[in-house]
């Protein structure tokens, strides 16, 4: 039975490429991957979901990274980390000579100018072009010497170049403003910039892409790194991570990662030919308010849930308790710069405590993109809600793609109440706070407050990431942060992966970085 069906799947896949050779995809040495992820767009000005930019991670570079298994940066693109003047605004990187992109052209000093300048002109609303913010200029003094100005003094600005947005392209390629785009333009002049087609300098170019169904990658003849350990990568996006589980137990995929049921990983856990790997939690999941719109514009409706909400009972029931409870977006992860003011405010109040007249409120989650739980969290959070008898709650659901249009940004939003996932785009506090918070600078756009700029404004601009005065400001931001409860963080994910007997790397990629390295991974005598 099992024998047919990888013959139907090996069927299937060369009706689907329809790109030579279909049993090349198979061969020994390369790699299938499965995955219950989407993959909306393949331009790093606006990609800022987890798959898209894993993609970008493995196709495309950085100036910098973060090495498998590292939280510390370390020089990619860039020689060396970068020179810093004496007033910290002026970052100077050497790079490599000899690094070509995909489609031939060298890498240059002005191709990094025009790809910074491009995602932060662009700043696409779906994007993390706002990471850029702090540039006022970039030269380049030579070929391969790239001097970046900023703002403020910014101690977190290298780790931001670590993020997709920083992606390095071939500029004549792409297409680019030539000056920053006002934040409340139509959405079609964003897009008229958007380019699907991704050519980077990474390991891997993309062979084939067909959304929703696959990916498959070819190794890089001229890459200028370490060759990975395999030739060729598949990604299959599964619809349903039922369909998943009956591939990675058939042999139809080699490695399952993102997203099984509960149940479906103890099935997993048992099984005799699967090895689970367990990595580092540093994604987290959260509830947005849009304080615009209401009910959730009076500021005791939004404690109320703070104080209702349950994170054992969320975990337990809709993880399977395979995940940590959440009392600030700084996950427990970061030590003391992590501060549990929501358990502090929160923890010992009920929701009465801040109302005493029910509320009508609508709830929406996206369908299929945090995996097939996110229906059961919505509706344990509706459910816990429900019973402190103060809300009637109307669960709505969309797909991705309408999803992030209607949620965000601020003043354009329609949804007053909605649920959202992060992954670090670099390993600081400031990544779980400022893409948050600033009234300017974030992502949702749902929260103003000029005393949490400052105090934004303040840790990055401390000694070091770890002195005093930074700690203090990072405590204040997350105590305001939980009394104006603009978003109530929920918990922290324990990322798995599932291979096959006789994949190896799966755990070389599993770090608290999250970035899912396809070039770690191989077959036994592949």
Not at 392 to 412: H, I, R
Request: proline content about 7%; some cysteine.
């Amino acid at each position: 039975m099992q024998s047919i069906i990888r013959l139907w799947a090996l069927v299937l896949t060369a009706a689907l490429f329809a790109i030579g050779p279909a049993p090349a995809a198979f061969a020994a040495g390369n790699i299938i991957v499965g995955t219950t992820d989407t993959v909306q767009t393949l331009d790093p000005a606006k990609c800022y979901s987890f798959y898209c930019a894993n993609v970008m991670h493995n196709v495309g570079e950085t100036l910098v990274t973060y090495p498998p298994g590292s939280s510390k940066l370390a020089p990619l693109l860039a020689k060396s980390m970068p020179e810093i003047s004496d007033d910290g605004r002026t970052y100077t990187f050497k790079l490599h000579e000899g690094v070509t992109f995909q489609d031939g052209s060298k890498l240059t000093s002005e191709d990094v100018k025009f790809s910074l300048n491009r995602s932060l002109w662009m700043n696409h609303p779906e994007g993390a072009g706002f990471l850029l913010s702090g540039i006022r200029s970039i030269d380049t003094p030579d070929p391969y010497t790239v001097v970046i100005h900023i703002d403020t003094p910014d101690i977190t600005f290298v780790s931001k170049l670590a993020y997709v947005e920083a992606t390095i392209l071939p500029s004549d390629a792409y297409k680019s403003p030539d000056k920053p785009i006002p934040n409340d333009a139509k959405r079609g002049t964003y897009e008229q910039y958007v380019q699907e087609d991704l050519i980077g300098s990474g390991p891997y170019k993309i062979e084939n892409f067909r959304q929703d169904q696959s990916l498959l990658l070819d190794s890089y003849d001229g890459y200028w790194g370490d060759k990975p350990r395999n030739d060729k990568v598949l990604v299959r996006f599964f619809a349903q991570s039922s369909q998943m589980l009956v591939a990675l137990k058939s042999g139809e995929i080699d490695v399952a990662f993102r997203h099984f049921t509960p149940e479906q990983r103890k099935s997993l856990r048992n099984a005799a030919d699967i090895k689970t790997v367990e990595g580092d939690g540093a994604s987290i999941r959260y509830m947005v308010f849009n304080p615009r719109l209401e009910p959730v514009g009076d500021k005791k409706v939004r404690q109320a849930i703070a104080a209702a909400l349950n994170r054992k009972r969320i975990i337990d029931d809709v993880l399977g308790g395979d995940a940590e409870p959440l009392y600030s977006m700084v996950p427990p992860a970061f030590g003391e710069a992590a501060k549990p003011d929501f358990k502090k405010l929160y923890g010992a109040k009920k929701a009465s405590d801040y109302l005493d007249h029910k509320v009508d409120l609508t709830l929406w989650y996206s369908r299929g993109h945090y995996g097939d739980t996110e229906p059961a969290l919505a509706q344990t959070i509706a459910r816990t809600l429900e019973e402190t008898g103060l809300f009637n709650v109307d669960l709505q659901s969309s797909e991705w793609a309408q999803f992030t249009a209607n949620a965000y940004p601020g003043p354009s939003g329609q949804y007053a109440a909605f649920l959202m996932g992060w992954y670090p785009d670099y390993l600081d506090p400031d990544d779980y706070l400022a893409p948050f918070y600033h009234s300017e600078h974030s992502f949702p756009r749902v929260y103003s407050n000029k005393r949490m700029d400052q105090l934004l404004a303040d840790e990055k601009t401390a000694d070091s990431p770890n002195s005093d005065a930074r700690l203090k400001s990072l405590a204040e931001i997350q105590q305001l942060a939980a009394e104006d409860t603009p978003i109530v963080p929920l918990y922290v994910l324990t990322p798995f992966a599932f291979a096959r007997k006789g994949i190896a790397g799966v755990e070389d990629t599993m770090g608290a970085e999250q970035i899912f390295r396809y070039s770690l991974l191989s077959k036994s005598g592949g």
